[in-house]
């Protein structure tokens, strides 16, 4: 198991505690149009890189513009009152300033955190390939932005300790941002420094737009690694390397929830009723297209999935969704409701025959619920205590009237206090 099995990361953190804390920061707000210059003349690359974090009073849709040399790009972010990352790279070897505009429609008001762009250097950036890098659940994180105005100011000030570093970047951010027209102070967001690249970056309970991957074990609720360094600094390198144990640890709980769930049993069921699988089925049903991004997807490398999210005990079933592998990492725990738009939800359902008031809910499968309350006590036995406590998690974020733990105390001191000492358990450090 990968907790007992021990294996070095090449890690080295100065305070646990820097990881844990989760800090709120002031964002800018704006209305209107918002014209930027940047000058992008530091880095050793044609890559330029823009990444930033927006959230909007309402719900609306904003456009931003990026303007340099013979590259004119414009996206549009649809906006509500949850932070959303926005992130782009392409190539221009022109050293022009770019000029990003950002056309904001009225009656909306956006606030504005982190908004950066910048020449992306060899030595920073994790691959030279624009797809890996603009890849929708690491962008901006995979571009090591600094979060800074004026990278020719940041470039001098790098021998300062971490947190004066910081707070001057901060400090030059208020300045630029205030010489805007119509920008006053916005919502803060919360942000978390990330224990390999250093950067603040935010924490969000929606998991495809926070920086950081979700961990229940940890006090603040979050990875000490952002997405990024989680890619590209750890598992590239480490996940090859991982032990049998290792491995098998991540198999091991995955099937654990899946026969919480009874899936294998769901799955043999629609064999057995239609004569074939229901990966084929959920492939065909989709004209073997992702049902987000609409492109082609082979029957080996699309990804099956719950459509109602698997850890709020929603078990994969005949209204599976086919999903390329970005837009399924994309979705990750989202519930439906949170990730695809009222005419994707529409379609949604004239695709899949699914209720649509289930894809409206953001609660837990009552019936799973109601099952693992039902015989608690062998639940948190066989299952892995992460993997249960994970559930516990998930069953309070939904209904905080229920606490499967003091429910599990309540049957049995002996098997909460089992469970406990389960989770207590911590890998040994490695000195080397």
């Given amino acids: 198991m990968r907790r007992l099995a021990s294996q070095d990361r090449g890690e080295r953190y100065g305070s646990s505690r820097d990881y844990q804390d989760i800090s709120q920061k002031d964002s800018s707000r704006f209305v209107g149009r ?32 990026m303007m340099i040399g013979e590259t004119n790009i414009e996206r549009q972010i649809s906006l509500d009152e949850n932070w ?12 022009n300033p770019m000029n990003l505009e950002i056309c904001i429609p009225d009656g909306l008001q956006i606030d504005c955190w982190g ?20 890849k929708p659940h690491l962008i901006p994180e995979t571009l090591y932005l600094s979060h800074g105005r004026w990278n020719i100011w940041t470039n001098q000030i790098q021998r300062l300790d971490m947190n004066r570093f ?24 919360s942000v978390k420094k990330c224990s390999i690249c250093q950067r603040y970056l935010p924490v969000n309970q929606i998991v495809g737009r926070s920086s950081f991957h979700k961990h229940s ?59 074939s699988g229901l990966r084929s089925q959920v492939w065909e049903r989709f004209n073997r297209r992702c049902f987000k991004c609409d492109a082609e997807v082979g029957l080996r490398d699309f990804q099956l ?11 994969i079933d005949e209204f599976a969704t086919c999903l390329c ?36 809910l953001r609660d837990v499968n009552e019936e799973q619920l109601n ?53 207590a358990v911590r890998p040994e450090s490695v000195d080397n």
């Fill in 325 to 360: 592998a970005d837009c399924n990492n994309s979705k990750h725990d989202h519930f439906p409701v949170d990730f695809y738009s009222t005419e994707e939800l529409t379609r949604l359902v004239q695709i899949t025959g699914i209720d649509q008031r289930i894809l409206l």
């Fill in 166 to 189: 910081q707070k001057l970047q901060e400090f030059l951010c208020k300045i630029f941002l205030r010489s805007a027209k119509n920008q006053e102070i916005g919502n803060q967001i």
């Fill in 34 to 65: 918002l014209r930027i210059s940047f000058d992008l003349n530091n880095g050793d690359t044609n890559f330029v890189g823009v990444g930033g974090y927006f959230r909007g009073t309402d719900e609306g849709d904003i456009s931003i513009r």
């Fill in 84 to 95: 959303v990352r926005f992130g782009a790279i392409f190539s221009e070897p022109s050293l």
């Fill in 217 to 275: 074990s940890k006090i603040s609720g979050y990875q000490n690694e952002c997405r990024s360094c989680k890619k590209w600094k750890i598992n590239d390198t480490f996940n090859p390397l991982r032990t049998a144990d290792q491995l098998h640890e991540s198999s091991v709980i995955t099937r654990e929830k899946k026969r919480l769930l009874m899936e294998p049993e769901i799955l043999q069921n629609v064999k057995e009723r239609t004569g």
């Fill in 371 to 423: 099952r693992v309350i039902g015989d608690i006590v062998r639940f948190s036995n066989e299952l892995e205590a992460r993997t249960f406590a994970s559930i516990r998690r998930c069953v309070l974020e939904c209904r905080p009237e229920i606490d499967l733990f003091e429910i599990l105390r309540a049957r049995s001191e002996q098997a909460h206090q089992s469970l406990q000492a389960r989770l």
């Fill in 115 to 134: 908004l950066v762009a910048e020449r992306l250097d060899s030595e920073q950036i994790p691959s030279l390939i624009i797809d890996e890098l603009g």
């Fill in 305 to 315: 999935d719950h459509t109602m999210p698997l850890a709020y005990l929603w078990p």
